[in-house]
């Protein structure tokens, strides 16, 4: 089975704070993703990466950036934490544009990021 | 603007009876459906997809309905069970050079004992 894991489930963090939150996938992965979850709103795409050191943008990057040294590892980072952004983080990761048609993509369970 | 729309929060369901979850997209492009379930406190879990192609996909229990003319797609679920209790979400993707999914706001299912 595939495994995303995010670092932490739950975290606290003040405005103004550099936030890192750390997605692991042990699959192999070409492709992987970092989503907000938020009420009435659904699942909005922040990042995603499609190789290491590659990154693009989603429909809501402002305020964040991305790092994917290793294939395995994505990193999400809140430059300047704002109390706007304290909402559930889901990172996901899926097989490439090189394998045989669309995939689907695999979760981790999420990090709820509240910021004070 | 919202390119996949569910327009239903919630819905609630006898146990034994059969689940309907709507979905709508505008863009055309769009060539592959996937609906995800999710639980509270969990990451969303894939249950079934469609290609373009096809009209019906089945499995098991569930069964994706695409009409393609009406750009419309559903999700049904016979029998349903309390266990089936959760937040879906509908999400389609136009292959660009990668797999990049856009999701609609999720229906919560309640499947009532």
């Known amino acids: 089975d595939v495994k995303v894991t995010q670092s932490s489930r739950y975290l606290v963090k003040r405005t103004g704070e550099k936030v890192f939150l750390e997605c692991v996938q042990d699959m192999d992965h070409e492709n992987m993703f970092w989503y907000r979850q938020d009420p009435g709103l659904g699942l909005r795409l922040i990042y995603f990466s499609y190789d290491v050191k590659m990154k693009e943008k989603g429909d809501i990057p402002e305020g964040y950036s991305v790092s994917r040294e290793k294939k395995e590892r994505f990193s999400l980072i809140l430059e300047s934490a704002s109390t706007n952004q304290t909402s559930m983080y889901l990172c996901?990761?899926?097989f490439g544009a090189g394998s045989l048609g669309n995939q689907p993509q695999h979760f981790g369970d999420g990090t709820r990021l509240s910021i004070l | 603007d919202q390119q996949v729309k569910q327009n239903s929060p919630s819905l609630s369901v006898q146990e034994g009876r059969i689940s309907i979850l709507n979905c709508d997209y505008t863009n055309s492009m769009f060539d592959y459906f996937l609906w995800y379930k999710k639980y509270p406190a969990e990451g969303p879990t894939f249950l079934i997809s469609i290609s373009s192609i096809k009209d019906k996909n089945e499995d098991g229990r569930f069964t994706v309905f695409l009409n393609k003319s009406a750009k419309h797609l559903s999700l049904h679920i016979v029998p349903s069970q309390p266990g089936d209790s959760a937040v879906y979400f509908c999400?389609?993707?136009?292959?660009?050079?990668?797999?990049?999914?856009?999701f609609g706001t999720g229906t919560r299912l309640k499947v009532l004992a």
């Open positions: 999400a389609a993707s136009a292959f660009s050079g990668t797999y990049k999914y856009i």
């Open positions: 996901a990761s899926s």
